[in-house]
């Protein structure tokens, strides 16, 4: 971080501020120029609100010149990070497919669709058991009847299985039945949530908030890690924008931005991003283009009939041909699948 203090900053005023700096376990080097002072502060900068320091006497200018972020941080880790969900390795050069319905249903409906997508190729199973729904109206997820029966796909399937928490108070019992922890869009910055999760090892899915810039994603990555979980998995599942065509708008920028500021994996999904099933198998493409480690993508075995999320399921059989695009794709972009 870099102070540049005002012309008139007194030199008590100066000196104050580096005791206060050192105090924080700061280095400083401090440079007098003609018109003014500069501070460079070495060390923990990351622990520092440069707010408190523009406000201090004789302050003129305050520049970060690091990111916030320290865990999730491709400086502090430079090689790319692998999460291994229970034997599935997500961020490899072999593409991640996670596939399943928006929500849990019912047995047949769960263990149908496990059944086809991963004779296409999907490796984890998705379904949501607790549905944050934007109206409390809307079907709101079987919750643990959810999750007994995404267990019993797990053992007809052995497929690992991912789905969505909401509350801290489920942290113990998801990390005791769940393979990949998916905290949602609508819950990103959900400090205590992500806090909790921190204190598990399970592998977390963490998806982009729909309002979140690239660092407000990255700091609640850096929430989990910090409190001791390094399995974190990036997910951009698109943004709110002034656009009202698609539901929300694909922010493939993104997967690329990520990349160059952190280490971790990071999965597109194309079925939130978009709402519109048509839309999904070419913005897969794309994603995976872009850079994507793998996709998490809604299918449904009847989406007409889907409890949720139905407009934009991909069917069975459309999965199946998207898997076969990708795999078309992939050795262009040097992956496998
Ligand atoms: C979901 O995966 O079904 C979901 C609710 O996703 P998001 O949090 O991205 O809206
Ligand atoms: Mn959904």
């Known amino acids: 971080m870099i102070i540049i203090m005002k012309p008139e900053a007194t030199v008590a005023q100066i000196d104050s501020l580096c005791d206060k700096l050192i105090g924080q376990g700061m280095q400083i080097q401090r440079n007098a120029g003609v018109d003014c002072t500069v501070l460079g ?11 408190n320091y523009l406000i201090q006497p004789g302050v003129e200018r305050v520049m970060p010149v690091s990111e916030p972020f320290k865990k999730a941080n491709r400086k502090f880790h430079p090689k790319d990070t692998v999460v291994d969900v229970s034997g599935v390795k997500i961020g490899t050069r072999r593409l991640s497919l996670i596939a399943g319905p928006c929500s849990v249903e019912n047995y047949d409906q769960i263990t149908d669709t496990a059944f086809k997508v991963r004779s296409s190729g999907a490796s984890i199973l998705r379904g949501g058991a607790f549905k944050p729904r934007t109206s409390p109206y809307s079907f709101q997820g079987l919750k643990l009847e959810g999750l007994d029966l995404l267990e019993q796909a797990h053992e007809v399937t052995g497929m ?4 969505e928490i909401m509350s801290p108070k489920m942290v113990e019992e998801y990390d005791r039945r769940v393979d990949l922890i998916q905290v949602g869009a609508r819950n990103m910055q959900n400090f205590d ?3 909790e999760l921190g204190q598990t090892r399970r592998p977390i899915l963490l998806k982009r908030g ?7 994603w990255l700091l609640s990555a850096e929430y989990i890690m910090a409190a001791g979980n390094p399995n974190v998995i990036l997910c951009e599942r698109g943004i709110r924008t002034f656009e009202t065509y698609t539901r929300n708008t694909l922010d493939l920028s993104a997967v690329q931005a990520v990349k160059q500021l952190s280490h971790l994996p990071v999965l597109v999904d194309p079925s939130h991003a978009t709402g519109l099933s048509w839309m999904v198998e ?3 493409l794309a994603a995976i283009a872009a850079g994507a480690d793998g996709l998490i993508i809604e299918v449904h075995n009847d989406p007409p009939h889907a409890l949720c999320d139905g407009a934009q399921s991909l069917t069975p059989p459309q999965f199946a041909q998207l898997v076969g695009k990708i795999t078309a794709l992939a050795p262009i972009v040097e992956r496998t699948i």
Do not use: E, N, Q
């Open 160 to 163: 690992p299985i991912c789905t």
């Open 282 to 284: 070419r913005m897969s």
């Open 41 to 51: 502060v070495l060390g923990d900068v990351a622990r520092l609100d440069p707010h």
């Open 193 to 195: 949530l992500l806090t």
């Open 210 to 216: 729909m309002s979140a810039t690239v660092y407000d």
